[in-house]
């Protein structure tokens, strides 16, 4: 088994697993959430209602994120052994995903205290809200760093095929449009806006993509006879 095969299955594995459950933490979420209007006494009576569903939902995005990160080391890997020795995409890439999943993880924390403390002050409830909101909204900026850097590095590199590249630098620049909601405030390019929508669609439709894209990669085993 070469090295390329060792590296580009498990990117591709781990990759379609954060892909599948980033999915269903979407699908899980109740309807009708409270956005960046809502009140605090609003906001409670939503995570009440559906509490359960609310911390099953961020449990699986949780795992989802940490498949993700597994699946960025072994990505930095094979960016790495495709790299000259000054490389540096490869260690900007691990940089990247490690400061969006410390703040990504963050806000899942945050959120996820509101709905264990469903009862909580209506106050308290809103600024967890908004902080984990805020948080995920933050993690854009560290996200599109990363794959807009990894698109550097397939159209460089040739790590990956090039047409990854192309469907990863419009995700990245989603992603990187997404912080700049907190300034608006409300509506639809606010945290809690209909714009995190397209955020949170194209992300694991660019994680399928470098997947598919690694398992093509991979050299097909030499036939015998």
Same mark, same amino acid.
């Given at each position: ?14 990759? !379609? ?17 409270? &956005? ?13 209602? &559906? ?40 260690? *900007? ?20 205290? =509101? ?15 908004? =902080? ?18 990894? *698109? *550097? ?11 990854? *590249?192309?469907? !990863? ?5 989603? &992603? ?50």
């Amino acid at each position: 088994m070469t090295g390329r095969r060792k590296l580009g299955q498990p990117v591709a594995v781990f990759g !379609g697993l954060a892909a599948v459950l980033f999915v269903v933490a979407f699908a899980l979420t109740p309807t009708h959430a409270p &956005n960046s209007g809502s009140t605090g006494a609003l906001i409670a009576h939503y995570a009440t209602a &559906n509490r359960g569903q609310l911390l099953t939902g961020l449990l699986v995005l949780a795992l989802s994120l940490a498949l993700t990160t597994v699946f960025a080391a072994c990505l930095y890997r094979m960016i790495r052994r495709a790299e000259s020795e000054d490389g540096w995409l490869a260690v *900007a890439s691990l940089a990247s995903i490690l400061a969006g999943a410390g703040m990504f993880g963050g806000g899942i924390a945050l959120l996820m205290t =509101a709905a264990f403390r469903p009862t909580a002050d209506p106050a308290v409830l809103r600024a967890l809200w908004d =902080a984990g909101w805020i948080a995920f909204n933050s993690s854009g900026f560290a996200f599109g760093a990363w794959i807009a850097i990894v *698109a *550097a590095a397939a159209l460089s590199t040739r790590v990956l095929p090039a047409w990854t *590249a192309w469907i !990863g630098i419009p995700v990245a620049l989603i &992603n990187l449009i997404g912080p700049l909601a907190v300034k608006m405030g409300t509506g639809a390019f606010s945290p809690e806006g209909s714009f995190a929508l397209v955020v949170g669609v194209t992300f694991p439709v660019w994680l399928i993509a470098i997947s598919l894209g690694a398992w093509r990669s991979v050299p097909a085993p030499a036939t015998t006879g």
